[in-house]
């Protein structure tokens, strides 16, 4: 086997197919990238047997075959060369690397050990604009649990119902809900829960403005993406049901400018911490937002925030952590800030048409 290569190239898909890279097992065979060159293309491939990654890339072809290389290691070559063609010889046991005045000589295992890239019979797809699939991924990851103990919670459920594809992510301390509708869309409901991990990689490796494809079996999920496909298996089991959890009214909300509720936290978190947590204190006389953290051992911080305020006063402490992560994926100029009561869930919400819900667990004041 003999091909040529854009050196970026290969280097930007190395960096999304080592994403399937096995780190643990004993099977040396899994550690390795697997490449295939024909016609005038290279597919990459790997797989850790539960997450498997394919990515094909230009090239110029003058012999066609199969190789498997060990994968950190050819990446870490590929990175290292100069910017320039990268040429690629493979005899029966060796790949020779030759990019400028660099030559390497890996050694290569056999492909015919390697396991099939999987072949799966998908029963449903919908397709979105990869920027929606991400940034609904983004709003989201930060509160996949990471507790292995409760594995339906280290998930996203991701569900279809009413053309709306909605994306939900709790720890059982908070709740984030992101909403996209679907144009044109002619899938049948569906509800999977997938991997946060397998989510964050996805979106850490592609950077395009082409549509995404989820495409659901049984058992796994197919995404596809230009080029790529990713496939992995769906966690089993049910998901709490999160409708039960959001409130369908509200006693007090605060509508209040993004980026100085976002400047005042900020400020206020310095001095908190678990022992200390945040206090919002809304006041409907006033129509203010007050943000008070009260540290024995430090010291004390109090923020006064002008906000439209309706219903009733309420004082309400929360970690003051899991305030700022939602914050910091929210867009838009107003959020609304909605409870209850001090012992029910505080609720932050997008006011535009991106919908975003936030909801976070109280603390006892």
Do not use: W
């Not at 298996?233 to 049910?238: K, L, T």
């Amino acid at each position: 086997m003999r091909f040529s290569i854009n050196k970026v190239e290969l280097q930007n898909a190395l960096g999304v197919v080592m994403k399937g890279i096995s780190t643990r097992s004993t099977l040396p065979i899994l550690s390795g990238v697997y490449i295939d060159a024909k016609v005038d293309t290279v597919t990459l491939q790997s797989t850790d047997l539960e997450l498997s990654v394919q990515i094909s890339v230009p090239a110029l072809i003058e012999e066609g075959g199969k190789t498997v290389v060990p994968g950190k290691l050819f990446s870490d070559v590929i990175r290292s060369l100069p910017d320039a063609a990268v040429h690629v010889d493979v005899s029966e046991s060796d790949a020779k690397i030759t990019c400028d005045t660099s030559t390497f000589s890996l050694r290569a295992l056999n492909p015919e050990d390697f396991p099939g890239f999987p072949s799966v019979a998908t029963d449903q797809s919908i397709t979105v604009p990869f920027k929606v699939f991400a940034g609904m991924v983004k709003k989201v990851s930060r509160v996949v649990s990471k507790d292995e103990s409760r594995a339906i919670l280290t998930g996203a459920l991701i569900e279809l119902e009413d053309s709306k594809l909605r994306m939900v992510a709790t720890d059982s301390y908070r709740l984030a809900l992101a909403t996209s509708k679907i144009e044109g869309n002619t899938a049948e409901d569906f509800q999977a829960v997938i991997a946060g991990n397998f989510l964050n990689d996805v979106c850490g490796v592609i950077n395009t403005e082409a549509d995404v494809t989820l495409a659901l079996s049984e058992n796994q999920i197919v995404i596809t993406c230009d080029q790529t496909i990713f496939i992995n298996r769906r966690i089993e089991g049910n998901y709490p049901n999160y409708r039960q959890l959001l409130p369908t009214d509200y006693n007090t909300r605060a509508t209040i400018d993004l980026k100085t509720l976002t400047a005042s936290v900020k400020r206020a978190a310095i001095l908190s911490s678990s022992s200390a947590p945040m206090r919002f204190d809304v006041n409907n006389t006033t129509q203010t937002l007050q943000i008070f953290v009260n540290s024995t051992e430090v010291g004390s911080v109090q923020e006064t925030i002008s906000c439209e305020t309706v219903g009733d006063d309420v004082e309400i402490a929360f970690n003051s952590s899991y305030v700022s992560d939602g914050l910091s994926v929210m867009h838009g100029e107003k959020i609304f800030f909605d409870t209850q009561s001090s012992m029910k869930p505080g609720i932050l919400r997008t006011t535009d048409e991106e919908e975003f819900l936030y909801l976070i667990m109280p603390v006892r004041i």
